[in-house]
């Protein structure tokens, strides 16, 4: 299994926790909790350890989630520059809340406390392709790219 | 080096390295404009409770690691004629420092520590006993119902003396809470019992007059027959 391979190629780390989620989410997607389960027992590690990890970094899903990732900057340049309004577009058209994936799977939508690119804020990451001042009325005609290539 | 061996037998011709402290093994500082010479490596709440002075802790337990939660225990440390806030709990002892455990400036820091702690679990004994000690009448935030201030004793007493870890913490931030893994019921925990031993908001309440949520100050308040004990 890859997982194992993983584990396998990192437990000669000093910190090998952080590394081996990290890749597993990279081939699986999300980190499942059968996936948590075994990689604490492999590694000899509290559940509640792993667990407490998993969660605690934003990097981390613990959700399968959507094959776009809409990612949303609400840092402070961002907030006062509109990016509520652009958020409360988002979950009116998507309609799921941040952290939430909608129900066709298209779209995972996330917010993030900042992305370090302030002087193109508003700014909105869907995969890797970032759009800068962005405005309400822009969403739409974005979104609707993604749906229908 | 003060001590050395007469017997050679017993120390095989050395010196008695660990029966005394070494000289260059100690360093000197000021604590409430006493000097003391400790051990390196000691924090500054125990040499100050090695010296008999009093200094409140919450999340300190002798038993378990130093964690440097609930900051309680701010000393002022003063270094090259700087003053600065710092836990006691965490801060090991250095050469020269001076360190009021005190001072105006730490007693208002500590009754806003408790106020904003019973502010989130007024429902704790722990803390109302805290804040009639301090003589704390007023709390000037909102009061809240929580079950947990956070303080990782529970964890670090279930991982570093009952060797288990079934409990950890969760999520960062304002989520952050003490939790099994996936809020199942943990496999590895015993059930025995010492998390809620060690919790300070899992106390019995005493029984003070007072509606639930509300600061008690009875000790300070009541007159001790209406307790009825
Ligand atoms: S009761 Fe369970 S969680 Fe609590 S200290 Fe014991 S083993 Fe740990
Ligand atoms: S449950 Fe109790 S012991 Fe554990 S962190 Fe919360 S207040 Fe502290
Ligand atoms: S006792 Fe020192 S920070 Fe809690």
Not at chain 1, 30 to 55: K, M, N
Not at chain 2, 18 to 29: A, G, H, K, P, Q
Not at chain 2, 76 to 96: D, F, H, M, Q
């Amino acid at each position: 299994m890859d997982i194992d391979k993983i584990i396998d190629e990192n437990k000669g780390l000093k910190i090998p926790l952080i590394p081996v989620l990290l890749k597993i989410q990279e081939i699986e997607g999300f980190l499942s909790e059968s996936t948590i389960r075994h990689v604490s027992r492999r590694l000899s590690i509290p559940l509640s350890q792993v667990f407490g990890v998993a969660t605690f970094y934003s990097a981390f899903n613990l959700k399968p989630s959507g094959v776009n990732k809409i990612c949303l900057c609400e840092g402070t340049a961002c907030h006062v520059k509109g990016s509520t309004r652009i958020r409360e577009k988002l979950e009116r058209i998507l309609g799921v809340k941040p952290g939430e994936t909608t129900k066709d799977g298209i779209f995972t939508f996330t917010t993030i406390n900042c992305m370090g690119a302030c002087a193109m804020g508003p700014i909105m990451k869907i995969g890797t392709e970032y759009f800068g001042k962005m405005t309400p009325g822009k969403v739409d005609s974005i979104i609707k790219e993604y749906i229908s290539p | 080096m003060p001590f050395k061996s007469t017997d050679e037998n017993i120390t095989g011709g050395k010196d008695f390295p660990d029966l005394y402290y070494e000289e260059d093994n100690l360093v000197s500082l000021t604590i409430d404009r006493q000097k003391v010479r400790v051990e390196k490596g000691m924090t500054i709440l125990e040499a100050a409770r090695w010296m008999g002075i009093k200094i409140p802790t919450l999340c300190y337990h002798e038993g378990l690691t130093p964690w440097g939660g609930c900051r309680l225990c701010v000393v002022e440390v003063i270094k090259r004629g700087r003053s600065k806030l710092e836990a006691s709990c965490t801060y090991p002892v250095a050469e020269g420092i001076q360190v009021k455990t005190n001072s105006e400036k730490v007693q208002k820091t500590r009754r806003m520590i408790v106020e904003l702690l019973i502010s989130s679990c007024p429902n704790s004994r722990t803390l109302q006993d805290l804040a009639s000690g301090m003589g704390i009448t007023e709390i000037r935030f909102k009061m809240e119902d929580n079950d947990c201030i956070l303080c990782g004793l529970c964890v670090r007493m279930c991982k570093e003396q009952m060797m288990s870890g079934g409990i950890g913490f969760i999520n960062r931030g304002a989520k952050r809470e003490v939790s099994t893994p996936f809020h199942k019921s943990s496999e590895i925990c015993r059930g025995c019992g010492a998390c809620m031993y060690i919790c300070p908001v899992v106390t019995l309440q005493c029984r003070g007059r007072r509606e639930p949520g509300d600061l008690c100050n009875a000790c300070i308040n009541v007159c001790p027959t209406d307790f009825g004990f």
